[in-house]
């Protein structure tokens, strides 16, 4: 009886001081993702099991069902075990990064995967970006007033392998998401602005460079050409969804009606912003929109009222990953950017997207619960 009511005293005292509002956005954004996973992927499961079945929506409701117990979990503990447990987590999941290399799953010329036997395949810098963010934020928060830049310097050389073993799979999404985010953290630190824009430009030559003159990322000078000019050919999947999203007009074709998943492969991961709005209309993609919005403006608002830098530091990673990652999904389904395979947070299909939002959740839920004096 006694530890039943020390876990019912543990919950309910969580339950009382988690900001309730973000979490109620949080699970609602994943419920749509769980019901648009249900009328998404059906005819997916049929075309590819050759049966009527649940086969991703299953898979994808275990998922969530695995990130909200990581979600409650990490946003229960106390705040100091929580960066405690951080670092080891990093440093666990960066080893899996570096095993990519050797021992990684490769698909469509990108290895990118882990498939051990024990544990479902997954994707190493999924699980490993909100503990980056944790990592970063502290090592900006040191007490080193007389030897400023050296924080950027011990930044600069915690993200660089990271960096270095993206371009290695290759992943320049996720290598330009991480660099965006490192960056923001860096600018709202107190940096000089004519040092951050330099740096802001090296960084982008380098790149730029990699890209034009190295054979690895050839697929991406190739997506980066047929971007600026359409008619160059390659343009198969964005000229794919952004029909989708024609042919949705405002208030979509309804549900099942849409054809953007039997034409190209992984839209419900990708390109789900397209399936829905050929399905349910631009008006509901305004409304997901707006309500990242509302979830990103409640987290900055939580920053204001918060004494501790690291955590402001955390906070700001943590929405601006999010802001990134929405907004690179949306501008490549709508052709404003060049593909390159993003997801959507709470949303899109993909176990690794799923576990890593919910983490990420789960340390917005930890930081943004009131304080017990």
Not at 62 to 89: C, E, M, N, P, R
Not at 110 to 115: E, G, L, P, T, V
Not at 262 to 285: L, M, N, Q, R
Request: aromatic share 18%.
């Amino acid at each position: 009886m006694l530890n039943l009511n020390k876990i019912f005293n543990f919950y309910y005292g969580w339950w009382k001081n988690i900001d309730k509002f973000i979490l109620f956005l949080i699970l609602f954004l994943f419920s749509l993702g769980l019901f648009f996973s249900l009328v998404s992927t059906s005819i997916i499961a049929s075309d590819k099991l050759n049966t009527n079945t649940y086969y991703f929506f299953i898979k994808h409701l275990l998922f969530i069902i695995l990130g909200v117990f990581i979600l409650i979990t990490l946003s229960a503990i106390d705040q100091k075990k929580l960066f405690q447990i951080s670092k080891y987590l990093f440093l666990i999941f960066f080893i899996f990064l570096a095993l990519v290399p050797f021992i990684g799953t490769e698909v469509k010329g990108s290895a990118r995967w882990i498939d051990l036997s024990f544990v479902p395949r997954f994707q190493p810098i999924e699980i490993l970006k909100p503990f980056l963010i944790i990592i970063i934020s502290a090592v900006f928060t040191l007490n080193n007033k007389k030897h400023i830049y050296i924080k950027y310097l011990f930044s600069f050389l915690l993200i660089f392998p990271v960096i270095l073993l993206l371009i290695s799979q290759p992943d320049i999404g996720q290598t330009i998401l991480i660099l965006l985010t490192w960056f923001s953290l860096i600018f709202v630190s107190g940096i000089n602005l004519f040092f951050f824009f330099a740096f802001f430009a090296v960084i982008f030559s380098i790149l730029v460079y990699l890209i034009l003159f190295f054979p690895k990322f050839e697929y991406i000078k190739n997506r980066l050409f047929s971007f600026i000019d359409p008619n160059s050919g390659n343009n198969y999947q964005p000229e794919r969804a952004s029909e989708a999203i024609s042919n949705g007009g405002f208030f979509g074709q309804g549900i099942g009606e849409g054809t953007l998943n039997s034409k190209i492969p992984e839209a419900h991961t990708d390109y789900i912003i397209s399936v829905i709005s050929e399905e349910f209309g631009v008006i509901i993609v305004l409304v997901i929109m707006i309500i990242f919005l509302i979830l990103s403006y409640n987290i900055f608002k939580k920053i204001n009222n918060e004494s501790d830098d690291k955590v402001k530091l955390i906070l700001v990673g943590i929405a601006s990953i999010i802001l990134f990652q929405t907004f690179i999904h949306i501008g490549v389904n709508i052709r404003l950017l060049p593909t390159t395979g993003m997801t959507l947070p709470f949303l899109s299909y993909g176990g690794s997207s799923i576990l890593s939002t919910s983490i990420l959740s789960g340390i917005i839920l930890n930081l943004t619960k009131r304080k017990i004096s």
